[in-house]
């Protein structure tokens, strides 16, 4: 699994380069502790946000003051949009200078703590 998730962040790097050659994207990593640098990595995630809001509309059961039962589902477009959010996250990231290993252990380390607090009745 590890791999495959090295692979999606090496695929954003090259897509982040592509951006940079043909859309003007900026250096990578941005500064973050520049306000140009904090506006920028604030725009994408109001663009990850945005794709997890069109996954959340898929969602059409999620109202619990509907009464019908919505049997319209397509699981497809709900993964694309959460797919959308997640290249999102990863640029983020990306841009803002962490590696996949600190991303990586980051993860790791906070999921312990979740487990942690819910084993502890947090």
Not at 76 to 94: G, K, P, T, W
Request: net charge negative; glycine share 6%; charged share 30%.
């Amino acid at each position: 699994m590890e791999d495959k998730f090295k692979e999606m962040w090496v695929q954003q790097i090259e897509f982040i380069k592509l951006l940079q050659e043909k859309r003007g994207f900026p250096s990578c990593p941005v500064d973050i502790k520049t306000k140009q640098g904090q506006k920028f990595l604030k725009g994408l995630t109001h663009e990850c946000m945005h794709e997890l809001f069109e996954a959340n509309q898929c969602l059409k059961n999620g109202k619990d003051h509907r009464v019908t039962d919505v049997k319209d589902f397509n699981y497809d477009d709900y993964i694309v949009e959460l797919v959308d959010s997640f290249h999102y996250l990863l640029e983020i990231a990306i841009m803002s200078g962490v590696s996949l290993d600190e991303f990586y252990n980051s993860y790791m380390k906070k999921g312990i703590v979740n487990i942690k607090r819910i084993n502890e009745g947090y």
